[in-house]
């Protein structure tokens, strides 16, 4: 992690679709804008986000409110199978995420929706690596981030670069809104650096992202989101794991991946592989 001297909340340079793997492979992080480009996808994701908000919470939803705010912060996990918007934008991203995590096979993880409704501004996402939180290991891993609705650079996620090489770090309690470590961290991770308070001195990434422009990044890396929502947002994110991922005990495993919440157990849904069957 080379210390770049970043303002607080600079927007970083667009990466040309020749640079995407190099790039992705190098930093552990990458916008890329339009993944989904027609807006009758976007719109009827949103209203599937709309629906699975307002009627179809699943019982590993998160709900989450300030008495001092008016919205809510609601995360959900697990409904791939449920919400056939959601596979949909599964199986159409799924090449491009092939390429980045160098992979033959893409498989579902996790999908999530993370909403944030307007006057969330305490909100705050503290620094964290998700795959310090799961039950697997391996390199070819990547998150996208899918917004549906206009998120500015200081509402939008951001990455320590290069992070994905230098863990596994500690994970954070995340009812403690990562004030301390996890209760039962295993031995192998390393404390999380000291970031806020020290910006100028990590290479910080990140960028604003219109509705259907990807925020992508390797479960290893390093990402928070620095304030809340002011407008509202609704996000669709979806965790997927390549060749080399293995499952493996761990002490701060959290059960919501789609093997053990949503799928009786059976193997991790494929959307792409190089041999063309997918499911």
């Known amino acids: ?11 970083s340079p667009e990466i040309p679709e020749q640079d995407r793997v190099s790039y992705f492979q190098k930093n552990g992080c990458l916008l890329i804008r339009g993944i989904i480009d027609e807006s009758s996808l976007i719109q009827r994701l949103a209203d599937e986000i709309d629906h699975h908000v307002a009627n179809a919470l699943s019982p590993r939803a998160d709900i989450m409110k300030k008495d001092s705010e008016e919205g809510r912060y609601i995360m959900d996990f697990c409904n791939y199978h449920e919400r056939p918007v959601y ?3 599964a199986k159409i991203v799924a090449p ?27 909100w705050n996402t503290f620094w964290h690596t998700d795959q310090s939180y799961y039950d697997i290991e391996g390199s070819k891993t990547c998150s996208i981030w899918i917004p549906v609705d206009y998120v500015p650079r200081e509402s939008s996620l951001e990455f320590l670069a290069g992070s994905h090489k ?22 192998e991770f390393k404390p999380i650096p000291p970031i806020n308070g020290n910006r100028d001195n990590f290479d910080i990434r990140g960028w604003d992202a ?5 925020l992508l990044h390797n479960l290893k890396c390093l990402h928070a989101s620095p304030v809340g929502s002011a407008d509202g947002r ?25 093997a053990n919440n949503a799928n009786e157990g059976k193997e991790f849904p494929l959307v792409f592989t190089r041999r063309g069957s997918s499911s």
């Open 96 to 122: 491009i995420v092939a390429d980045l995590m160098e992979s033959d096979t893409v498989r579902v993880y996790q999908d999530q929706i993370i909403v944030k409704e307007a006057g969330t501004h305490g």
């Open 1 to 11: 992690m080379v210390a770049m001297g970043l303002s607080n909340c600079n927007v």
């Open 166 to 187: 230098d863990g596994p770090f500690k994970p954070k309690s995340v009812s403690s809104g990562g004030a301390t470590d996890f209760d039962k961290a295993d031995q």
């Open 87 to 89: 596979r949909e934008v």
């Open 234 to 258: 609704r996000v669709l994110s979806i965790r997927f794991i390549g060749d080399d991922v293995k499952v493996v005990k761990r002490q701060t495993r959290v059960p919501t991946s789609l």
């Open 210 to 214: 219109n509705p259907g422009d990807a």
